[in-house]
């Protein structure tokens, strides 16, 4: 979906998102820790729900994410929920920046933020790992695999998430959401084939879930790795975090296999052993292994959803660029991309049908 040339590094705060650097400066000197200015501030070209600020001082660097300025749709942009479970993980040794404050006073700079340590290290944009030697891309995949699989073991209610969500029902909430969300935004038009999952996926819903701590929208470029090294350092983006079934969310990852390379960076077409890559089936038996279960019965139905999910997204960020309120300068692009991926879902669901 993305490249390093769309969405990577920082360049000068865009206009919709500027804010009063004073009063941030204020609120910085009062909540954190060790804060010592000048400070200068600039936008990460990413961030396409929730603007996301560099922060320099002389002695260390920060980053700043906050809800968009402008009308929002009710319950999105959660920066606090994000800045809650992050500061939980970190406590628990999982790897995330570390929080250092969350104001909720929208006087301060228009809008709910949050700050947290920048993580110095390696973000790579596409899911096969092209920027690393063949001999070394199974190591940094087997590495994402890990990490999703550690965060899908923490015990939620022993570091204080135990609230963070609703028990079980989380794919038929999910469904529900989304399609709410789809319908209710007109600005961003509809489209035969989310239509149609619309209704089909409600009748084909999984039996039973479990419940753990689920990242939502883990994938390759939302990770921070060492720099030389196959270790995750950090797992950023935590806006669609909750408790929900682990293997939903490990399905949202594993789509990597089934989209092409446009689209989430993904690996679909690619000639796997010859690039150095796990293929699907050992990439689920290791998380199997992982997480001691045998298998996953209904990847299939998991992988549509997640499709339609995404699709759903997408169609978010196509209403938001009718709006005004988008955050990323490359947000109309992304928006045109729903059409695709909700074909591409109501493909994958065709296939269950046969």
Known sequence: MASAQEFAGTGPVRDQHRFDQAALERWMARNVAGYAGPLTIDQFKGGQSNPTYRLRTPGRSYV?????????????????????VMAALGQAGFPVPRIHG???????????????????????????????AAGERAAYMDAMNATLASLHTIDP??????????????VARQVARWSDQYR?????????????????????????DEVAITHGDFRADNLIFHLTEPRVLAVLDWELSTLGDPLADFAYHAMMFRMPPDILGGIAGRDLAAAGLPDEAAYVEAYCRRTGRPGIGNLDFYIAFNMFRFAAILHGIKGRVARGTASSADARAM????????????????????
Not at 72 to 81: F, N, P, S, T
Not at 103 to 125: K, P, Q, Y
Not at 157 to 170: F, M, S, T, V
Not at 342 to 348: C, P, S, V
């Open 184 to 208: 209710s935004d007109e600005l961003a038009g509809r489209h035969p084939a989310m239509d149609q999952l619309v209704d089909w996926l409600p009748r084909h819903l999984p039996a039973a």
């Open 64 to 84: 700043l994410r906050r809800k968009p300025p402008g009308e929002l749709i009710k319950g999105a942009h959660a920066v606090e929920r994000e800045a809650r």
């Open 102 to 132: 969350l104001c909720t006073d929208d006087a301060v700079i228009g809008s709910w933020f949050f700050v947290m340590d920048l993580v110095e290290g390696r973000i790579f944009w596409d899911a096969g790992f092209s920027d690393v």
């Open 335 to 354: 928006g045109e991309r729903f059409a695709r991926v909700a074909d591409l879902a109501w493909t994958q669901a065709q296939r269950l049908m046969a």
């Open 157 to 170: 209610a022993a570091i204080g998430l135990g609230d963070y969500g609703k028990a079980g029902g989380y």
